[in-house]
C-alpha cells in the first residue's frame, strides 16, 4: 500500500510536466466521420447546419488555429481542413463563402456549423438551426492551406528520456518511510 503511495506521489511531477509539453487539446469529441471517398469540387450536401458565437470565440479549434465568430470559417466532420465551401440557406436563398477550419458538429442530423458571422449573412441568427445545401468551392492545394504552422516539439521532448530516467531512479531508490 505504501509502495503504491510513494510510486504515485514519484509519479505526480513526471506527470505534470509531460502535460505541460503537451499541445494537444483534449475534448471529448468523437472521431470524425471519414467521407466515403475523397471529395472533390462541386460535391454537395443538404441538411441541417447550425452556428456558433461567443462560447468558443478565442479557443482553439481542431486546425490548431483561434476561432473567431466574426470570420467566415465552418466545423465540417471530415472535409480537410482550408476547403472552401458555399453554404446556402435554404430558408431565404442567401448565401456565403467559408473555410474549414474546425470539426464538428457533433450533434446527431447536423451537417455543418458556421460561425457567427457566417450565420448573420446568412439571415440565420434568429434560429439555432437551419436547413442548408453545401457545396465544395476549392480544395486545399498544399498542407499549408490545410493548417497552421504548428511549434516544434523537438526541444519539450528531448528533455523526456532524463525526466523519465530519474523518475525512474526515485522508484528503485530504498524507501525511508517506516511502515505502520
Known amino acids: 500500500m505504501w509502495r503504491a503511495r ?10 505534470a510536466f509531460l502535460a505541460g509539453c503537451s499541445t494537444a487539446v483534449v475534448t471529448t469529441r468523437p472521431a470524425p466521420v471519414p467521407a466515403p471517398g475523397p471529395p472533390a469540387e462541386g460535391y454537395e450536401e443538404v441538411g441541417v447546419a447550425s452556428w456558433y458565437g ?19 470559417t465552418a466545423a465540417h466532420r471530415s472535409l480537410p481542413f482550408g476547403t472552401r465551401l458555399r453554404v446556402i440557406n435554404r430558408d431565404n436563398n442567401r448565401s456565403t463563402e467559408v473555410r474549414v477550419n474546425d470539426r464538428g458538429p457533433f450533434v446527431k442530423g447536423r451537417i455543418l456549423d458556421v460561425s457567427y458571422a457566417a450565420a448573420r449573412q446568412l439571415g440565420a441568427l434568429g434560429s439555432g438551426t437551419f436547413p442548408v445545401r453545401l457545396r465544395i468551392i476549392a480544395l486545399p492545394t498544399t498542407r499549408a492551406d490545410a493548417t497552421p504552422d504548428t511549434q516544434d516539439l523537438t526541444p519539450r521532448l528531448a528533455s523526456l528520456p532524463s525526466l523519465l530516467a530519474q523518475t525512474s531512479k526515485l522508484l528503485r531508490a530504498p524507501s525511508t518511510f517506516a511502515r505502520p
Open 6 to 15: 510513494l510510486l504515485m506521489a514519484a509519479m505526480a511531477p513526471a506527470l
Open 54 to 72: 461567443t462560447q468558443h470565440h478565442g479557443k482553439r479549434t481542431a486546425s490548431g488555429e483561434l476561432f473567431d465568430m466574426n470570420q467566415l
